[in-house]
C-alpha cells in the first residue's frame, strides 16, 4: 500500500511538473499566420508539432521552461524560450513572429516571401483595397477541384457561371447581371474577347494554375474603366519570385459519362482552314472534290483518358534586380453531354397563351477539348524606384465536337397510339479555336521620397477566333407501327459546309499620376491622382456557307436522288453530294468590319486619417468617350451598309471606408457606370442558329448604371473573414436578348426593355479550427424590369370572323439571367504533420431567367443547379505531392423549362412535367475524375 501511495505521488509531481503550450506563429511583417511551421523542443528535437491552417499549435509534456525551435522555408529561424508563465494555465497564448529570409540589393529589399499567392494574402488584398474587392489565392486555387478560371470563380460570393455545352463553367455573371454587364483583366489590361460577336471573355480558355490570384471587383474608382455594372474580373498571372522557383504537375483523367456510350469523334485535321472562295476568289464555282470527305467520316468509340500538365520557373538575376517567371499549361480533356431538348410553340389558335411542343431532339454532345497557356514576366528595376516589366501571354483553346440529333416530329404523322412518327437526323462535325494573346510593357517610377508617383503602359492584344469547315449532314425516316423505315438522305439540303473567323486586335495606352501630401497637422494624408486611356479596336469578321444536295451519278446532274442508308452509302463520307451554292454565301451580313474608339481621363482624390479609427474617402469623375462604327462589305437590301454611334459619358464615384477597430471596417460606395452594345449587336444580321433566328438591332442604346453599396468587414485573423453587404442598382436602358418581331417574323436579338433595379445582400465567411476550416457564401439578389409582352385572348364579339386577337400587356419580370440564390460551401482539411489536404465543394445556383420570350408567361428558365466537388492532396518529402479531383459527383442536370403548361403536351410519349410547367431541356455531363503528381522545388 505504502508502495501505491509513493507511485501515485510520483506520477502527480510529475503531471504537475510537465504541462502544455500553446501558441500562434505570424509573419512578423504582414500579420499573416503561417501554416506548416515547425515548432520543436531545442532540448527535445523530437517533441514539437506543426502549424495549422490558422498558425496555431500545441506541444504537450513540457517541462516548465525551455527554448522553442521554429523553422520554416523561406523564413529565418527563431528561438524562442519560455518559462512557467507560457504554460497552458496562462490565459493568452503564446505569440511567435518571423521575420522573412531576405536578400538586399543596394536599397532595393528582396523579400523571400510572397503573401500575395496565400490565403493570408488575399484576405489581406481585400482588407485595403480603397474597392470592395473578393481575392482567390494561388493556393486556394490549387488545393481546389477547379482546373479552368471559369470554374474557380464560380466559388466568388455573387457569382454564377454561365456553362458550356459540356457542362464546364464559360462566363461569369457577377450579382445577377448578365456576362456583358462586366469585363475581364490579365494583369490590370482589359483584353478582347475571341468570341465571334461579343465583348466578353470565355473564362475557360485560361488554365487556372497561371494564376497567383483571382480577384473580382464589386465597386469601380475612377481609375478604373466604367463600363462594368456587374463588375470586373482580373487575372493576376505568376510573378517572379524573389528565390529560384520551380514547380511541376502532370495528371490524366476520365469521364463517367462515357463510360454509358461511345464518344464519336471525327479527323478535325481534314477541316479546311479557308473555304473555296477565300483560296480562288469571288468568281470561283466551288465543286464536290473541293471539300473532304473525310471530314464527316464519323467514329465512334471509348473516350481517351485526359492528359493536363504544368510547368514554371522563375528567378532573380543580377543580383535581385532582374525577375523571371516562366510558366506553361496543356490540357486534354473528353467531355459531353446527353440531352433531350424540346422545341415548342405558343398557340395563337386560342386563349390559352400556352405552349405546344412541337419536336423532341435527344441529342448527344462529345467534344475534345485541347487548351494550352504560355506566360511569360520580366520585371527590372533600373534604380530602387524606377522598374519596368514586360508580360506577354498566350491562351489558346481548340475544341473538336460531334453533336449528334434524333428529331421526332410532334406534329405532322405523329400518332404514338399506334407507334407513328416522323423522324429526322442531323449531325455536325465542328472544329472551333479561340485564342487570347497580349503583350503589355509597364513602366512604374517614383520621385523624392516617393510623393510622385508615375505609371504608364503600352498593351497589344488579340483575340482570334475560327470554326472552319463546319458541317452538317441531314438524314430522314418514318416510323410506322413502331417499325422505322430506311433512312435517307434529305434531298433538298443533305448538308452544309460553314467557315467562320474573327480577329479583335487592340492597342492601349495608360498613363497614370498620383501625388502624396502628408498633412501631419491634420493627421491625415492627401493623395492626388489623374490619368488618361486611349484604345484603338479593329474587328474583322468573316462568314461563308455552302449548301448540298445528293447527287445519284446515274441521274442527271441536278436530278433529286434518294439515297438510302445500307444501299447506298453506310458512313456519312461515302454520300456522294453536289453543290447547291457553289459560290456561297458571302453576302451575309456576318461579313463585316467594325471599330471602336475610346479616350478616356480621370480625376480623383483621396484622404486617409491617421489614429486609431482611421478614416479613408476616395471621390473621383471619368470621362469617357466612345465612337463604335462598323461597315457591312456587302450591301443588304432595306439596310444601311455602314452604321456608327457615338456618346459621351461622365462616370462619377465614391467610395468611404471607416475602420472602428484594427481588424473591422465600414465601407459605404456609388459608382456610376455603362455597357456598350457589343460590335454584332448592331450589325443589322440575321442567321438561322439550331433553335432560333438570330438578328441585329442598329438602333441599339448603351446602358447607364447608378451602382451603390453598404459593406461591413470583419478580418478576425490574417486568413479569416466575415463580410455583409447590401447592394443596389439601377439600369437605364438595359440590353438583353429576347424574342421579338420585326416584319413578319420573330427574332432572338438585343434590345433596350425599359429601366431596370436589382439589389441584394451578400454575406461571406471563412473560419479555421486547427487542421479544419469552412468557407461558405450566400448572395440574395432581386431584380425587375416591366415590359411590354404579347396576350392572346377571346374576341368579345361573337359575329367576328377573328376568333382570337392579340394586344400588348405590361409584364415585370426579373433581368436576363439573375439568380435570386446562390450559395457555396466548402469544408477544408489540412493535416500539417501527415501531409494532407482535402476539400469538399458545394456550389448552389438557383432559378433563372435564361431567354425572354415575346408572349406572356414564355419565358424560357433555367433550373436550380447543384454541383459537389471533391479534391485532396498528399504531400511527401522533396517537394512531391499526389493530387486528385473529382467533380460534378452528384450529375445534376441542367434544365430549363417554361413555368405553365398546355394540356396538349400530355399527349406526347414519354414527356415529363417539370415543376408542373413544360420542360424544354435537359442535359447531363457526367462526373469527371482527375489523379496527377506535383512537384515543387
Same mark, same amino acid.
Given at each position: 500500500?505504502?508502495y501505491?501511495?509513493?507511485?501515485?505521488?510520483?506520477l502527480?509531481?510529475?503531471?504537475?511538473?510537465?504541462?502544455?503550450? &500553446?501558441?500562434?506563429?505570424?509573419?512578423?511583417?504582414?500579420?499573416?499566420?503561417?501554416?506548416?511551421?515547425t515548432?520543436? #523542443?531545442?532540448?527535445?528535437?523530437?517533441?514539437?508539432?506543426?502549424?495549422?491552417?490558422?498558425?496555431?499549435?500545441?506541444?504537450?509534456?513540457?517541462q516548465?521552461?525551455?527554448?522553442?525551435v521554429?523553422t520554416?522555408?523561406?523564413?529565418?529561424?527563431?528561438?524562442?524560450?519560455?518559462?512557467?508563465?507560457?504554460?497552458?494555465?496562462t490565459?493568452?497564448?503564446?505569440?511567435?513572429?518571423?521575420?522573412?529570409?531576405?536578400?538586399?540589393?543596394?536599397? =532595393?529589399v528582396? !523579400?523571400g516571401?510572397?503573401?500575395d499567392?496565400?490565403?493570408?494574402?488575399?484576405?489581406?488584398a481585400?482588407?485595403?483595397?480603397?474597392?470592395?474587392? *473578393?481575392?482567390?489565392?494561388?493556393?486556394?486555387?490549387?488545393?481546389?477541384p477547379d482546373?479552368?478560371?471559369?470554374?474557380?470563380i464560380?466559388?466568388?460570393?455573387?457569382?454564377?457561371?454561365?456553362?458550356?455545352?459540356?457542362?464546364?463553367?464559360?462566363?461569369?455573371?457577377?450579382?445577377?447581371m448578365?456576362?456583358?454587364y462586366?469585363?475581364?483583366l490579365?494583369?490590370?489590361?482589359?483584353?478582347?474577347?475571341?468570341?465571334?460577336?461579343?465583348?466578353?471573355?470565355?473564362?475557360?480558355?485560361?488554365?487556372?494554375?497561371?494564376l497567383?490570384?483571382?480577384?473580382?471587383?464589386?465597386?469601380?474608382?475612377?481609375?478604373m474603366?466604367?463600363?462594368?455594372?456587374?463588375?470586373?474580373?482580373?487575372?493576376?498571372?505568376?510573378?517572379?519570385?524573389?528565390?529560384?522557383?520551380?514547380?511541376?504537375?502532370?495528371?490524366?483523367?476520365?469521364?463517367?459519362?462515357?463510360?454509358?456510350?461511345?464518344?464519336? *469523334?471525327f479527323?478535325a485535321?481534314a477541316?479546311?482552314?479557308?473555304?473555296?472562295?477565300?483560296?480562288y476568289g469571288?468568281?470561283?464555282?466551288?465543286?464536290?472534290r473541293?471539300?473532304?470527305?473525310?471530314?464527316?467520316?464519323?467514329?465512334?468509340?471509348?473516350?481517351?483518358?485526359?492528359? *493536363?500538365?504544368?510547368?514554371?520557373c522563375?528567378?532573380?538575376?543580377?543580383?535581385?534586380?532582374?525577375?523571371?517567371?516562366?510558366?506553361?499549361?496543356?490540357?486534354?480533356?473528353?467531355r459531353?453531354?446527353?440531352s433531350?431538348? !424540346?422545341?415548342?410553340?405558343?398557340?395563337?389558335?386560342?386563349?390559352?397563351?400556352?405552349?405546344?411542343?412541337?419536336?423532341?431532339?435527344?441529342?448527344?454532345?462529345s467534344?475534345?477539348?485541347?487548351?494550352?497557356g504560355?506566360?511569360?514576366?520580366?520585371?527590372?528595376?533600373l534604380?530602387?524606384?524606377?522598374?519596368l516589366?514586360?508580360?506577354?501571354?498566350?491562351m489558346?483553346?481548340?475544341?473538336a465536337?460531334?453533336?449528334?440529333?434524333?428529331?421526332?416530329?410532334?406534329?405532322?404523322?405523329?400518332?404514338?397510339?399506334?407507334?407513328?412518327?416522323?423522324?429526322?437526323?442531323?449531325?455536325?462535325?465542328?472544329?472551333?479555336?479561340?485564342?487570347?494573346?497580349?503583350?503589355?510593357?509597364?513602366?512604374?517610377?517614383?520621385?523624392?521620397?516617393?510623393?510622385?508617383?508615375?505609371e504608364w503602359?503600352g498593351?497589344?492584344?488579340?483575340?482570334?477566333?475560327?470554326?472552319?469547315?463546319?458541317?452538317?449532314?441531314y438524314?430522314q425516316a418514318?416510323v410506322?407501327?413502331?417499325v422505322?423505315? #430506311?433512312?435517307? =438522305?434529305?434531298t433538298?439540303?443533305g448538308?452544309?459546309?460553314?467557315?467562320?473567323?474573327?480577329a479583335?486586335e487592340?492597342?492601349?495606352?495608360?498613363?497614370?499620376?498620383?501625388?502624396?501630401?502628408?498633412?501631419?497637422?491634420?493627421?491625415?494624408?492627401?493623395?492626388?491622382?489623374?490619368?488618361?486611356?486611349y484604345?484603338?479596336?479593329?474587328r474583322?469578321?468573316?462568314?461563308?456557307q455552302?449548301?448540298? &444536295?445528293?447527287?445519284?451519278?446515274?441521274?442527271?446532274?441536278?436530278?433529286? *436522288?434518294?439515297?438510302?442508308?445500307?444501299?447506298?452509302?453506310?458512313?456519312?463520307?461515302?454520300?456522294?453530294?453536289?453543290?447547291?451554292?457553289?459560290?456561297?454565301? =458571302?453576302?451575309?451580313?456576318?461579313?463585316?468590319?467594325a471599330?471602336?474608339r475610346?479616350?478616356?481621363?480621370?480625376?480623383?482624390?483621396?484622404?486617409?486619417?491617421?489614429?486609431?479609427?482611421?478614416?479613408? #474617402?476616395t471621390?473621383?469623375?471619368?470621362?469617357?468617350?466612345?465612337?463604335?462604327?462598323?461597315?457591312?462589305?456587302?450591301?443588304?437590301?432595306?439596310a444601311?451598309?455602314?452604321?456608327?454611334?457615338?456618346?459621351?459619358?461622365? #462616370?462619377p464615384?465614391?467610395?468611404?471606408?471607416?475602420?472602428?477597430t484594427?481588424?473591422? +471596417?465600414?465601407?459605404?460606395?456609388?459608382?456610376?457606370?455603362?455597357?456598350?452594345?457589343?460590335?454584332?449587336?448592331?450589325?443589322?444580321?440575321?442567321?438561322?442558329?439550331?433553335?432560333?433566328t438570330e438578328?441585329?438591332?442598329p438602333?441599339?442604346?448603351?446602358?447607364?448604371?447608378?451602382?451603390?453599396?453598404?459593406?461591413?468587414?470583419?478580418?478576425p485573423?490574417?486568413?479569416e473573414?466575415?463580410?455583409?453587404?447590401?447592394?443596389?442598382?439601377?439600369?437605364?436602358?438595359?440590353?438583353?436578348?429576347?424574342?421579338?418581331?420585326?416584319?413578319?417574323?420573330?427574332?432572338?436579338?438585343?434590345?433596350?426593355?425599359?429601366?431596370?433595379?436589382?439589389?441584394?445582400?451578400?454575406?461571406?465567411?471563412?473560419?479555421?479550427f486547427?487542421?479544419?476550416?469552412?468557407?461558405?457564401? !450566400?448572395?440574395?439578389?432581386?431584380?425587375?424590369?416591366?415590359?411590354t409582352?404579347?396576350? +392572346?385572348?377571346d374576341?368579345p364579339?361573337?359575329?367576328?370572323?377573328?376568333?382570337?386577337?392579340?394586344?400588348?400587356?405590361?409584364?415585370?419580370?426579373?433581368l436576363?439571367?439573375?439568380?435570386?440564390?446562390?450559395?457555396?460551401?466548402?469544408l477544408?482539411?489540412?493535416?500539417v504533420r501527415?501531409?494532407w489536404?482535402?476539400q469538399?465543394?458545394?456550389?448552389?445556383?438557383?432559378?433563372?431567367?435564361?431567354?425572354?420570350?415575346?408572349?406572356?408567361?414564355?419565358d424560357?428558365?433555367?433550373?436550380?443547379y447543384?454541383?459537389?466537388?471533391?479534391?485532396?492532396?498528399?504531400?511527401?518529402?522533396m517537394g512531391?505531392?499526389?493530387?486528385?479531383?473529382a467533380?460534378?459527383?452528384l450529375?445534376?442536370?441542367?434544365?430549363?423549362?417554361?413555368?405553365?403548361?398546355?394540356?396538349?403536351?400530355?399527349? =406526347?410519349?414519354?414527356?415529363?412535367r417539370?415543376?408542373?410547367?413544360?420542360?424544354?431541356?435537359?442535359?447531363?455531363?457526367?462526373?469527371?475524375?482527375?489523379?496527377?503528381?506535383?512537384?515543387?522545388?
Amino acid at each position: 500500500m505504502r508502495y501505491s501511495l509513493l507511485i501515485t505521488a510520483v506520477l502527480f509531481a510529475g503531471i504537475a511538473s510537465a504541462s502544455s503550450i &500553446r501558441g500562434i506563429v505570424k509573419d512578423a511583417q504582414t500579420g499573416e499566420e503561417l501554416v506548416g511551421v515547425t515548432i520543436a #523542443l531545442k532540448e527535445e528535437p523530437t517533441k514539437g508539432a506543426v502549424s495549422g491552417l490558422n498558425g496555431s499549435f500545441a506541444i504537450h509534456a513540457l517541462q516548465n521552461s525551455g527554448v522553442l525551435v521554429c523553422t520554416y522555408l523561406g523564413y529565418k529561424a527563431e528561438e524562442v524560450p519560455f518559462g512557467a508563465g507560457a504554460i497552458r494555465e496562462t490565459p493568452a497564448p503564446l505569440t511567435i513572429r518571423l521575420e522573412p529570409a531576405h536578400l538586399e540589393v543596394d536599397e =532595393v529589399v528582396v !523579400y523571400g516571401h510572397a503573401a500575395d499567392d496565400t490565403e493570408a494574402g488575399a484576405r489581406s488584398a481585400e482588407r485595403i483595397s480603397p474597392r470592395v474587392v *473578393s481575392v482567390v489565392s494561388a493556393k486556394a486555387i490549387e488545393l481546389s477541384p477547379d482546373v479552368t478560371v471559369a470554374n474557380v470563380i464560380q466559388r466568388v460570393s455573387g457569382v454564377t457561371v454561365e456553362r458550356s455545352r459540356s457542362g464546364d463553367g464559360q462566363y461569369a455573371i457577377l450579382r445577377g447581371m448578365d456576362k456583358r454587364y462586366s469585363y475581364t483583366l490579365v494583369n490590370g489590361v482589359k483584353i478582347p474577347s475571341p468570341d465571334s460577336k461579343n465583348r466578353f471573355v470565355p473564362l475557360d480558355i485560361f488554365p487556372s494554375e497561371l494564376l497567383d490570384r483571382l480577384e473580382v471587383t464589386k465597386s469601380l474608382t475612377a481609375d478604373m474603366e466604367g463600363d462594368a455594372v456587374g463588375g470586373a474580373v482580373n487575372l493576376a498571372m505568376k510573378d517572379a519570385p524573389a528565390r529560384r522557383s520551380v514547380q511541376a504537375s502532370i495528371s490524366t483523367g476520365y469521364n463517367a459519362l462515357f463510360l454509358s456510350r461511345d464518344f464519336y *469523334s471525327f479527323d478535325a485535321g481534314a477541316a479546311a482552314k479557308a473555304s473555296p472562295y477565300e483560296l480562288y476568289g469571288e468568281s470561283y464555282p466551288a465543286k464536290a472534290r473541293d471539300f473532304s470527305g473525310s471530314l464527316i467520316r464519323l467514329r465512334a468509340g471509348g473516350a481517351s483518358p485526359a492528359l *493536363s500538365g504544368g510547368f514554371s520557373c522563375g528567378d532573380r538575376l543580377l543580383g535581385g534586380r532582374l525577375g523571371i517567371m516562366l510558366a506553361g499549361s496543356y490540357q486534354n480533356t473528353y467531355r459531353g453531354s446527353n440531352s433531350v431538348y !424540346y422545341g415548342a410553340t405558343t398557340a395563337t389558335s386560342d386563349a390559352s397563351n400556352l405552349p405546344v411542343l412541337t419536336d423532341k431532339n435527344d441529342r448527344t454532345y462529345s467534344e475534345q477539348h485541347t487548351r494550352y497557356g504560355l506566360h511569360a514576366k520580366l520585371d527590372y528595376r533600373l534604380a530602387p524606384q524606377h522598374k519596368l516589366t514586360w508580360y506577354n501571354a498566350y491562351m489558346d483553346l481548340s475544341e473538336a465536337q460531334v453533336r449528334d440529333n434524333r428529331k421526332t416530329d410532334l406534329s405532322i404523322g405523329y400518332n404514338p397510339a399506334q407507334g407513328d412518327c416522323n423522324l429526322s437526323f442531323d449531325t455536325r462535325f465542328r472544329l472551333n479555336r479561340q485564342s487570347v494573346a497580349n503583350s503589355t510593357l509597364k513602366g512604374a517610377h517614383r520621385f523624392g521620397a516617393g510623393a510622385l508617383r508615375i505609371e504608364w503602359s503600352g498593351a497589344y492584344s488579340r483575340a482570334f477566333s475560327e470554326t472552319p469547315d463546319n458541317a452538317s449532314v441531314y438524314t430522314q425516316a418514318t416510323v410506322r407501327s413502331g417499325v422505322e423505315n #430506311l433512312t435517307s =438522305v434529305v434531298t433538298l439540303g443533305g448538308a452544309d459546309r460553314r467557315w467562320e473567323h474573327n480577329a479583335d486586335e487592340d492597342w492601349a495606352g495608360y498613363l497614370n499620376l498620383a501625388y502624396t501630401h502628408a498633412a501631419e497637422e491634420l493627421g491625415a494624408e492627401v493623395e492626388l491622382a489623374a490619368g488618361a486611356l486611349y484604345r484603338d479596336k479593329q474587328r474583322g469578321n468573316f462568314f461563308n456557307q455552302y449548301d448540298f &444536295r445528293p447527287y445519284d451519278e446515274g441521274k442527271p446532274e441536278g436530278a433529286r *436522288s434518294n439515297l438510302v442508308k445500307g444501299v447506298d452509302w453506310n458512313d456519312y463520307s461515302e454520300i456522294s453530294f453536289m453543290v447547291f451554292t457553289p459560290h456561297g454565301a =458571302v453576302g451575309n451580313p456576318l461579313n463585316y468590319d467594325a471599330s471602336e474608339r475610346i479616350a478616356a481621363g480621370y480625376g480623383q482624390a483621396t484622404v486617409k486619417t491617421h489614429g486609431r479609427r482611421p478614416l479613408r #474617402l476616395t471621390a473621383g469623375v471619368r470621362a469617357e468617350a466612345t465612337e463604335q462604327g462598323y461597315y457591312l462589305k456587302y450591301a443588304i437590301a432595306g439596310a444601311p451598309n455602314t452604321g456608327s454611334q457615338t456618346y459621351a459619358d461622365y #462616370l462619377p464615384s465614391v467610395h468611404l471606408k471607416y475602420s472602428p477597430t484594427g481588424n473591422s +471596417s465600414v465601407r459605404a460606395s456609388y459608382y456610376k457606370s455603362i455597357n456598350r452594345p457589343s460590335f454584332f449587336e448592331i450589325v443589322p444580321y440575321r442567321i438561322l442558329n439550331e433553335d432560333f433566328t438570330e438578328a441585329g438591332n442598329p438602333d441599339l442604346k448603351h446602358t447607364v448604371a447608378h451602382n451603390a453599396e453598404l459593406r461591413y468587414e470583419f478580418f478576425p485573423r490574417p486568413s479569416e473573414q466575415l463580410m455583409a453587404g447590401l447592394f443596389y442598382k439601377r439600369l437605364e436602358n438595359p440590353i438583353e436578348y429576347g424574342m421579338l418581331m420585326q416584319g413578319q417574323g420573330t427574332f432572338y436579338m438585343p434590345a433596350n426593355f425599359g429601366n431596370a433595379t436589382n439589389y441584394g445582400l451578400e454575406v461571406d465567411v471563412t473560419k479555421y479550427f486547427y487542421a479544419f476550416g469552412v468557407k461558405a457564401n !450566400y448572395t440574395f439578389t432581386q431584380s425587375q424590369i416591366t415590359t411590354t409582352k404579347l396576350l +392572346s385572348y377571346d374576341n368579345p364579339d361573337p359575329e367576328a370572323s377573328e376568333k382570337i386577337l392579340v394586344r400588348n400587356v405590361e409584364k415585370t419580370r426579373p433581368l436576363n439571367g439573375q439568380s435570386k440564390h446562390v450559395a457555396n460551401l466548402s469544408l477544408l482539411y489540412t493535416g500539417v504533420r501527415s501531409g494532407w489536404n482535402a476539400q469538399l465543394a458545394l456550389s448552389y445556383t438557383g432559378d433563372r431567367l435564361y431567354a425572354v420570350s415575346r408572349y406572356i408567361d414564355n419565358d424560357i428558365w433555367q433550373g436550380g443547379y447543384l454541383q459537389l466537388d471533391a479534391a485532396a492532396e498528399k504531400k511527401f518529402r522533396m517537394g512531391v505531392s499526389l493530387f486528385a479531383k473529382a467533380t460534378n459527383l452528384l450529375n445534376t442536370p441542367m434544365v430549363r423549362y417554361l413555368k405553365k403548361q398546355n394540356a396538349a403536351n400530355e399527349n =406526347v410519349a414519354g414527356y415529363d412535367r417539370y415543376r408542373s410547367g413544360t420542360l424544354v431541356r435537359k442535359d447531363y455531363y457526367g462526373q469527371m475524375l482527375q489523379v496527377g503528381a506535383r512537384y515543387r522545388f
